[in-house]
């Protein structure tokens, strides 16, 4: 996919605001705050700056998040893993909510700059307001400023759920955070189709 009507980006963001009822009591009160004050920011958002990755276009991430619980809600039900339905709602729509920035700040602004955009596919650039921060770091700092309590099993899920498994970590993940970035590398496998 390599781009999103206006139709399309408000259809998945409204999936993403039903999905997020379905988090628990207390977590959908803050998803609620998070929708409210992101709103716009969160339908538009990609996922990526480069073509070369999943979701370098407006409204990319929330597409990718969608594909990749779609991706996780099936694997958890074939291969029997029990791993909370809750847990993975929140961990696979939120997993690479980082690439919105900060409350007062975008972090992917469009790139002006027609070579890089028809040499390097490079549709998006990082704001140089913002400090740098890995993707995940930015996902979950952002996620406790709105209260977003997270089991070490989720903070795992989330910690891990990038293009790489860190090695550390490989073999003793727990399902969760195995669940999430299998789904994740499925959705970009099937988005390079």
Known sequence: MSELTLEQIEENFETFANLCEKLGETRKDKAEKFIEHFSERLASCPAATKTAFSGAYHGGLIEQNLAVLKNALLLNKTFELRVKKSSILLCCLFRNIGNLGTRDEQLLEEQENEWRRNNMGEMFKYNQKLNFMAPVDRTTFLMQQFGFDLSEDEYLALRLSGTRMNEEYSM???????????SARIAMINDKK
């Not at 003793?172 to 299998?182: D, G, H, I, K, R």
């Open 172 to 182: 003793n993940e727990p399902p969760l955070a195995f669940l999430v970035y299998s």
